[in-house]
């Protein structure tokens, strides 16, 4: 058996899945403050589990519980740039004050291409986290230039940094963002101010778990809507900090039957309104809102927010882009947007298109049977096409590796999608390659 709960605003979630992914048990509770408390109080209203559970899966958005950010040292290993180009130069102030503001540029790096820009300034590196150590910050951001092509010189320069200051956390940037070097950088920042509040997360999430005597492993939901285990996203918790609408979003279309559509998530705070076409929502191709009111670029659904006197314009705009889809309604203030009150139909006197009636466990429907879920981007060179299906047939492995490191079963891992192009301003024979891998959440006892 399977479990999935959502902590929202409003309300607390629920449900109890078998085997078979048919629903066993279900409970809405309100909300309350504490994270832990609430997942408490949804569990006890579940009622007894007959029988032993496989995994728990958690829900939940940072907006619930703003943290307060980590001071964060961010190191790049590029060639200089313009003050304008700088480490965090783009973020807003407060959330570069909170960090503390200490970065520094140090040579090193590597061409989009892999080919080294340069060698590391290992002293420079030294000295930074020298520098680090004299301001009492222990956490680390590292970004290389050309890191998907080849991680080597972050790795190089963490082992400086750890040398440094033994036991200090580190987040480093091909494990987290894109090609593109700003964009990763920043991810790789927030990430690393995040490792305080995914702490404690996970640590409440497995207190609660053990009180309850159940002993199966925690795991938690990407922004995308796939699983990672609480040990990858106390590592990596930039990939969980919204997951509430496409978790949302994908429960309707389980619950419907349906696989394109127009979602509405008529949540406590606000409406949010998703294309989903093909079963997936669409993601921005843009920077999106993140933590600390930093723009992020991690291939997060696109999401189309607004009060709920507004929601049936927005869901009128986005039906233009997917003519013929059905619109599907979800969350406690579905109803004020339009959406049928009990059966599937129409309302009189709704300003809304025809929908289906609302639940407020499809979040948590949706995540207690959902699969670990990880995204890879590289980079990579190739001469002629049998070296490009070397290269392609690596990245399929690391991202399959990757996957089995978030927590899915070894036996389980597939490749769901394997994509690459040339890069159009590169010579030939450089191809960016992006791999999804999935695979059944590992079942056992928690740690």
């Known amino acids: 058996m399977r479990l999935g709960i959502d902590v929202g605003h409003a309300t607390s979630t ?11 048990a279900e409970a809405v509770v309100d909300s309350v403050p504490r994270t832990d408390d609430c997942l408490r109080r949804a569990l006890v209203a579940l ?18 519980r703003p943290p307060r950010p980590r001071p964060v040292a961010v190191l790049r290993l590029a060639s200089e740039s313009h003050a304008a180009l700088a480490p965090l130069a783009d973020w807003p102030l407060p959330a570069r004050e909170a960090l503390g503001g200490l970065t520094a540029v140090v040579t090193g790096g590597s061409a ?4 080294p820009l340069g060698p590391l300034d290992r002293e420079a590196v030294r000295a930074f986290a020298t520098r680090a150590r004299q301001a009492g910050v222990r956490v680390f951001a590292l970004c290389a230039a050309g ?14 940094v750890t040398a440094t200051i033994p036991g200090a956390a580190l987040s480093l940037s091909y494990e987290i963002g894109s090609a593109g070097l700003r964009e990763r950088e920043t991810a790789t920042a927030v990430n690393a101010a995040l490792g305080g509040w995914a702490e404690e997360l996970v640590t409440d999430c497995r207190a609660v778990l053990r009180s309850l005597r159940i002993t199966a492993p925690v795991f938690f939901a990407r922004d995308d809507g796939g699983l990672v285990s609480g040990d990858y996203f ?3 918790p930039v990939v969980g900090t919204a997951p509430a609408s496409g978790c949302a979003a994908r429960g309707a279309l389980t619950r419907t039957g349906v696989d394109r559509a127009v979602v509405v998530d008529a949540g406590a705070r606000s409406v949010r309104c998703l294309v989903v076409r093909d079963g997936e929502p669409e993601r921005s191709s843009r920077p999106v809102p993140g933590p600390f009111g930093v723009r992020l670029a991690l291939g997060a659904p696109d999401v189309v927010e607004s009060d709920g006197r507004e929601a049936a314009r927005s869901v009128s705009r986005l039906l233009e882009r997917i003519p013929g889809a059905e619109v599907l309604y979800t969350g406690g203030r579905a109803e004020e947007c339009g959406a049928p009150a009990e059966a599937d139909g129409p309302r009189d006197g709704s300003p809304a298109p025809y929908g289906r009636a609302p639940r407020l466990t499809d979040a948590a429907r949706y995540a207690a049977g959902a699969d670990c ?3 890879l981007e590289q980079v990579v060179s190739a001469a002629g096409r049998a070296e490009l299906d070397q290269s392609l047939s690596a990245v399929r492995d690391h991202a399959l590796s990757r996957c089995v490191a978030a927590g899915a079963a070894p036996g389980s891992v597939r490749i769901e999608g394997l994509a690459h192009a040339p890069v159009a301003y590169l010579p030939a024979g450089v191809h960016r390659v992006t791999a999804r891998a999935v695979g059944a959440p590992a079942s ?3 740690r």
């Open 14 to 24: 629920a449900v109890l899945l078998d085997p078979a992914g048919r629903v066993l």
């Open 112 to 115: 989009v291409t892999g080919s």
């Open 234 to 236: 106390l590592r990596h």
């Open 373 to 375: 879920r990880v995204e």
């Open 147 to 160: 890191a998907p092509a080849g991680p080597g010189p972050e790795l190089e320069a963490a082992a400086i």
């Open 444 to 446: 056992g006892a928690a």
């Open 47 to 64: 009622g007894p589990v007959p029988g032993p559970v496989g995994s728990v899966a958690v829900v939940t958005d940072l907006a619930r």
